[in-house]
Structure formats: C-alpha cells, structure tokens
C-alpha cells in the first residue's frame, strides 16, 4: 500500500514539473518570438521571459533534489554535493523571487495612481527603478553566497571531525541553512506585500472617486487595478506555499527516511514554479491569445489525423 502511494505521489510530482516546464518555456518561447519579430520587447515581457527561464531552473532544482532525499538521501549531505546543492538552490530561488517582486513593482507604479511627488518621480523613472532594484538584488545575492558559503565551511569541518556524524545529524544544516535565506527572502517578500497593500489602497481611492462622480461603469482604471492585483495576490498566495513546504520539511529534519513526507513536501514547493506559470498565461491578454491558438492549431491537426469510419449499411 505504502508503494502504491509513493507510486501516486511521484506521478504527481512528475506532472508539476512536466506542466511547470511546458508553461514557463511557453512564455520564454512566446515572448523571444514577438523579440525576434518587432525587433522590441517591453520592460514587462522582459521581466516575464527572465522570471520563466529562472522558474525552469527552480522546477529542476526541486526535482532532482526530490528524487535524491528520496532514492539516495545520503548522498545529499556528501560535501561537494551539499555546496553545490545549496549554491544552486540559492541563485534558482533568488532569481525567481526578485524578477517576480520586480514584476510587482512594475505593475504597481504602472497602475497605481497617488499624487505623491516621490511616487509620481518613480512612477515617470519606472524601468530605472527596476534596474536598481535588480542591481540591490545581485548585491544581496552575493552577501546570501558569502554568508552560506561560511556555513557550509563550518558544517565541512565539524563533519570531518566526527566520524559518527547521522544523516539526522547533517540535517540540521538544513534547517539552520533555511534561517539564514529567510533573511534574505523576507525582503523581496516585503517589497511585493507592500506593492500588494498600496495597490488596493489605490483602488479604494479611484472607487471611492468613481462614486462621488456617480459614473458607476467599471473604466479601465479599474480594471487595471483588479488585475494588477490578481497578478501580485497569485505570487504572494503561490510562495507562502512554497515557504511553509520548506518549513513542514525543516521541522521533519528527523523523518528524512521518511520518503512520503519528503515527496509531498517536494510537490507543495514545485507548485509555487509550475501553477504560476499557468496564472501568468490566463493573466496576460497576449500570452492568453497565444495559448488559445496553439491549442486550436493542436485540436485541428488532431482531428485531421483521426481517420473517418463510415459504416457499411445505411
């Protein structure tokens, strides 16, 4: 029964990534062709396209860590593998995170409308605001290298000097290495919950405009503002899952031998890369339009390739 489940779970997991892969290189895909074509791609197609490519290698990274923690758990914790393993999870998460609170930012000085001067300056410098905050991100990026590399040193050291070193032992690192990218994730997550929060503050305002002028239509403003909105609430709902994944395995440090556990925290982490994807398509017109045609190109060749059966009598 337990083979079976383990069976059922891997499958799962096999169809995020699947689906996660097919969805981010779609929008990579798209947005390189429009590049290829116009010659010009906007700042936000931009964004998008680095956000896929990023998401691509975070659904590998968790792949392949999961098939490892369950198949060949011990061999997580060999010391070329462990740095490797921890370097690559941190410049795949911290790509995926920055581009998607730059895309954030983005969509919140774009839409929002507040009188402010600071705002207003942002607003009319947008694409260089990007810049710079990109640019504080690769600074912080290299100070969660640095720090991380450190650790590990430590953790290579005490490991070499005791020889009775458990896997339970080793998987402190673990939950000691989730500590410190907490720090570091919780900037990038205060930026977009910010731009979350300001952005309905914008909207209470136009509505509460919209009503004392007793226009009552939903305009474009609005519209704007529920989709910025649905853009940024789908990223902030998608990675809370993501980190509490990280954090149910933390606190199963001892279960690692438990291949269940770790696998269903595996498919709730791969969820955040691969349904995002999905919400980043349904959400964008162009995107959208795109994915109906390809699957209206796929539904016609399908039924060109069904050969017709009549039958003999009438």
């Known amino acids: 029964m337990a083979s079976v489940v383990l069976t059922v779970f891997a499958v799962i997991l096999s169809v995020e990534f699947i689906i996660g892969n097919a969805g981010n290189g779609f929008i990579a895909l798209v947005n390189c062709l429009d590049w290829v ?8 197609d931009q964004l998008l396209t680095a956000l896929a490519i990023s998401r691509i290698g975070l659904l590998w990274y968790i792949f392949f860590s999961g098939l490892l923690s369950v198949f060949y758990p011990a061999l997580l914790f060999t010391e070329n593998l462990t740095r490797l393993r921890y370097m690559t999870w941190i410049v795949t998460n911290h790509f995926s995170m920055w581009l998607a609170t730059s895309l954030s930012i983005f969509y919140f000085l774009k839409i929002a409308n507040f009188s402010n001067s600071t705002f207003l300056f942002l607003k009319w410098r947008v694409e260089n605001v990007i810049l710079v905050t990109l640019f504080m991100s690769f600074v912080l990026l290299i100070l969660n290298i640095a720090t991380a590399n450190i650790y590990i040193d430590v953790w290579i050291e005490v490991h070499r000097g005791n020889l009775s070193y458990t896997l339970s032992h080793s998987a402190h690192l673990f939950g000691k ?8 994730v919780m900037i990038p997550f205060s930026l977009s919950l910010a731009a979350f929060l300001l952005l309905i503050f914008s909207l209470w305002r136009h509505l509460t405009k ?8 939903r305009d474009t403003s609005t519209t704007a503002h529920v989709r910025g909105l ?7 709902a998608l990675y809370t899952i993501f980190f509490l994944a990280l954090l149910l395995q933390t606190w199963h440090i001892y279960l690692l031998e438990k291949r269940l556990s770790i696998l269903i925290c595996q498919i709730l982490e791969m969820f955040y890369p691969s349904g995002h994807s999905c919400f980043m398509i349904l959400g964008n017109n162009k995107l959208r339009q795109a994915s109906l045609s390809v699957l209206r190109w796929l539904s016609a060749n399908s039924e060109m390739q069904i050969p017709s059966f009549h039958l003999p009598f009438r």
């Open 37 to 44: 074509k116009g010659r010009k791609i906007s700042a936000a």
């Open 210 to 217: 919209v009503q004392l002028n007793a226009t009552g239509s």
């Open 177 to 184: 290495f989730l500590c410190i990218e907490t720090m570091f």
């Open 230 to 236: 649905q853009t940024v609430i789908t990223f902030l």
